[in-house]
C-alpha cells in the first residue's frame, strides 16, 4: 500500500509560480513511477509529468516540459512539481499518482495509487 498526499496549492496570478508536494509512505517505492496529472473543471484529467523514483528520470506532457518541473527529495519521501509561469488555463486540482510495473506513464489507468488532490487557481 502506497499512501499519497499533495499540498501546496492555491490562488496566484498569471505569470506567478507554484510549488505541489506529494508526501509518499509506505511500502518501499523504489521501483514505482510516481506522476502528477490535472484535472480542470469538465475536462478529464490530463497527464502533467512523472518521474521513476529510483532514477529521477523525468517524463513530461509536451506542452508543460518548459514551464513544468518534477524533482523528489529522496530523504522527506516527497515529490515536488515546480509550476512557473502560470496561466489561466493550468487551473485545475492536481494529483500524484503511484504506479508499479508501468508501461506509458501517460496513461491513467497504469496508475494504482492517488492522492486526493490539491487545488490550484490561475487568477487576477
Known amino acids: 500500500q502506497v499512501h499519497l498526499v499533495e499540498s501546496g496549492g492555491g490562488v496566484v496570478q498569471p505569470g506567478g509560480s507554484l510549488r505541489l508536494a506529494c508526501l509518499v509512505s509506505?511500502?518501499?517505492?523504489?521501483?514505482?513511477?510516481m506522476g502528477w496529472f490535472r484535472q480542470a473543471p469538465g475536462r478529464e484529467r490530463e497527464f502533467v509529468t512523472a518521474l521513476l523514483w529510483r532514477s529521477l528520470m523525468p517524463y513530461y506532457a509536451e506542452s508543460l516540459n518548459e514551464r513544468f518541473a518534477i524533482s523528489r527529495d529522496n530523504t522527506k519521501n516527497t515529490m515536488y512539481l515546480e509550476m512557473n509561469n502560470l496561466k489561466p488555463e493550468d487551473t485545475a486540482v492536481y494529483y500524484c499518482?503511484?504506479?508499479?510495473?508501468?508501461?506509458?506513464?501517460?496513461?491513467?489507468?497504469?496508475?494504482?495509487?492517488w492522492g486526493q488532490g490539491t487545488q490550484v487557481t490561475v487568477s487576477s
Open positions: 499518482a503511484a504506479a508499479l510495473d508501468c508501461v506509458d506513464s501517460r496513461r491513467l489507468n497504469e496508475y494504482d495509487y
Open positions: 509506505g511500502r518501499d517505492f523504489d521501483d514505482y513511477m
